[in-house]
């Protein structure tokens, strides 16, 4: 009775032994599919013929391209990502190169950032983040766009940009954020102002209409500014005065016509 049941035991650990076996050898040449499917280029024909099938089986099922959502539009128009789209209406979804999409926006001069996703069944969503230029500088003879940080665009469509403030001389892209900023303090002052220019690399002379010239301190801008604003604001501003010396934080001097 022992023996049969020592024998049953034997027996049944044999045929434990040998469908372990079978799985292990399945579960390795499952594991070596995968490699050579994924890994390798061995079987690159067959990947081709699996994902374009699966891509006209989505398509047909309503998974195609129907709209372009953009979001964060500043300067940049719908036109001027069209112009840089390679892709169609109705086409599937799951057929858009993503990264190519990237790269080719990314191309745009005036792009700096970018986010793209599939929201299937059939939205493609477009993030932008703008290089927002500030002013337009002008030195040697060129005329560049300057982003926030003192840096040059490289996009010469300059007059969709004619509201920005222009700005003149060596080393004036590195003060314009500044500038800018203070400039901004008094909208209605800023409308009239024509360009600045840098002087010896210390200091500003601003240009207003009829060519009233200010010219700046090289330390505590604000506080000439700010009564420069004041005697705008008394519409004493371009009566009489061409120029108006400001440098002197004790003095201020005036040049009549």
Known sequence: MKNNFSNNVRVKRKILKFYLGIRYFFII???????????????????????????TLTA????????????????????????????????PI?????????RSLKSHPLIKNILIERRLPNILYISIQEDLPIAIWQFQGKISLINNDANIIDFHDISRFQDLTYILG?????????????????PQLKERLKYAIRIGKRRWDLIFDNDIKVKMPEKDFLTAYNYLNKFFLENKFGKK???????NHCKFYFKKD
Not at 32 to 46: A, E
Not at 79 to 84: E, I, K, M, P, V
């Open 170 to 186: 060596e080393d004036a892209n590195l003060y314009a954020k500044e500038l800018i900023n203070h400039l901004n303090l008094y």
């Open 241 to 247: 005065y061409k120029t108006l010396d400001l440098r």
């Open 94 to 102: 799951l057929s858009l190169n993503l990264s190519q999409i990237q």
């Open 29 to 55: 040449l499952f594991v070596i599919f995968l490699l050579l499917f994924f890994v390798t280029d061995l079987l690159n024909n067959y990947k081709l013929k699996i994902k374009e099938a699966f891509i």
């Open 60 to 91: 047909q099922n309503a998974f195609v391209l129907e709209e372009i959502y953009v979001e964060n539009l500043t300067n940049l128009t719908l036109l001027d990502l069209q112009n840089l789209l390679a892709i169609k209406k109705y086409q």
